[in-house]
């Protein structure tokens, strides 16, 4: 390990990334980048390539399985890039020059024509899907309802294009900042994306800002929309355990006869199954649960033991939705 690299951020050396994920597994790595805003993370991402490291970028850790072990990887986490704001208002607490820049270079909303504000927010890719999703409802505009109770950062919601029954991100994304393997910051519209499901088709940039267009809506219906999602979301899901979400990606409806991950697991008889105190969950099947000690080698096989029965039952092949560092 080299350890004389001068990082422009803060950086922690051999740490570990179990406590930064949700399903609290996995090993250390060499480096743990923190930069505090886009500007940063561009010139981290800079000195990690001169120094021959292609760095992966965590976000909330919320759709991750780190590996056990040690790593000897750049990491960096958008913990601490997490600011938000309106276009035309709040030129930041510090005064940030920066977060200025990325709305002055933002065009200006089209006129509604009804004197309607300008219903646009800007993240920056830590900003908490939460806090975003709470924050739209305080404005009294929709779009991000069907986004409760989903954790994590936008950047990595960006990413996952993170959604359900309810839509998807990429629906109310006007615009993505990326930096490009190579280190060019790039502007990308909605229309030059090809989101797919629960991928955001981003060829390896990483999402340093993002730009969401909401509509004005009732504070009240917007209220009551969540309430309902995430009532049914809590009676499905096992969303109080440590978990990554969704294990599997939904197949191709024509191959599984209309049956989602979670139901082929279930007519299996995966509920339950487990290693160690890694454990398919009798709420949900398409989730692996880490009731305490679980390692992640014990959710690794148990992912493979699971595919296998349902691949050996129904003759599907289930992909991954849960993206695994290898
Ligand atoms: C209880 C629970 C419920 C969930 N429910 C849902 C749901 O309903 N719908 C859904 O879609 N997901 C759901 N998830 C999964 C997860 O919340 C989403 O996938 C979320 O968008 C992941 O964001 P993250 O910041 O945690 O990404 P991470 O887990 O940190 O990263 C996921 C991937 O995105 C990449 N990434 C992260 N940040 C960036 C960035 N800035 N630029 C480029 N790449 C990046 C990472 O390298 C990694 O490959 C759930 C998870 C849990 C634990």
């Not at 990334?17 to 060499?30: I, Q, Y």
């Amino acid at each position: 390990m080299n350890s004389s690299i001068s990082w422009p951020c803060a950086a922690l050396s051999r740490a570990s990334l179990a406590s930064r994920t949700t399903l609290k597994v996995g090993g250390s790595v060499e480096w743990l980048l923190e930069p505090a805003s886009p500007q940063e993370l561009t010139e981290a991402w800079s000195v990690a390539r001169e120094e021959g490291y292609l760095p992966r970028i965590l976000g909330g850790g919320a759709n991750l399985i780190v590996p056990d072990g040690e790593h000897p990887w750049v990491v960096i986490t958008t913990e601490r890039m997490n600011r938000v704001f309106r276009p035309g208002m709040d030129p930041g607490p510090q005064g940030d020059g920066e977060a200025e820049l990325f709305e002055r270079e933002l065009p200006p909303a089209p006129d509604p024509g009804d004197g309607a504000s300008d219903t646009r927010l800007i993240a920056w890719a830590g900003a908490g899907m939460p806090g975003l999703v709470r924050t739209a409802r305080e404005l009294s505009w929709t779009g991000l309802e069907g986004l409760v109770g989903v954790p994590g950062h936008i950047g990595g919601g960006v990413a996952m294009n993170a959604g359900g029954r309810w839509g998807e991100l990429w629906d109310v994304v006007e615009r993505v900042r990326v930096l490009t393997p190579d280190g060019e910051v790039e502007d990308r519209l909605r229309s030059q994306c090809q989101p797919g499901y629960r991928q955001g088709n981003l060829g390896g940039a990483v999402v340093l800002g993002v730009v969401l267009r909401l509509e004005r809506g009732n504070k009240a219906e917007i209220q009551e929309q969540m309430r309902q999602y995430l009532a049914e979301k809590s009676a499905a899901q096992p969303v109080t355990e440590r978990s990554c979400g969704c294990i599997f990606k939904n197949p191709d409806p024509e191959l599984s006869e209309g049956r989602s991950a979670g139901q082929l697991i279930e007519a299996c008889g995966g509920k339950g199954l487990r290693r160690g105190d890694a454990v398919v969950s009798e709420k949900h099947a398409n989730f692996i649960v880490n009731r305490g000690g679980a390692r992640a080698e014990d959710v690794l096989g148990l992912i493979e033991d699971v595919r296998r029965q349902v691949l050996e039952r129904s003759g599907v092949r289930l992909a991954s939705e849960a993206q695994v560092w290898r």
